[in-house]
């Protein structure tokens, strides 16, 4: 029983970033300057795959208490939720192009 913990707070996990994630398109919070936000259709892909990667895990550890033969999948299925789990936090870190903003610059000074 002790196995399913960890695959149930990693799917929980991914559920959240990809609702997070979807819900940011959505409704920006303006929580990130504009200059480092994601692309919209990069972070649509990673936030739907997130969820659905996230509920398909839920969906199987449920049905492998009830049907043994679901249980033989668990282990394959947190390993790929932690390499998902990877990849994101990669793509998070790398995976944005910053386009700063010229700033204004001071005043030209006056010459008398």
Do not use: C, N
Not at 44 to 59: C, N, P
Not at 61 to 84: C, D, K, M, N, T
Request: glycine share 14%; charged share 10%; hydrophobic share 50%.
């Amino acid at each position: 029983m002790l196995f399913y913990i960890p695959l149930y707070v990693l799917a929980a996990i991914l559920l959240f970033q990809g609702t997070q994630l979807l819900g940011e398109l959505a409704e920006p919070r303006e929580a990130l300057p504009s200059e480092v936000r994601p692309g919209p259709s990069w972070a649509a892909r990673w936030g739907g795959f997130l969820v659905t990667y996230g509920a398909a895990m839920i969906l199987t550890g449920i049905l492998s208490h009830g049907y043994e033969w679901f249980q033989g999948s668990l282990g394959l299925l947190r390993g790929f939720g932690v390499a998902i789990e990877a990849l994101f936090g990669l793509w998070l870190v790398f995976g944005r192009k910053v386009d700063y903003a010229p700033a204004p610059g001071a005043p030209a000074p006056a010459h008398h």
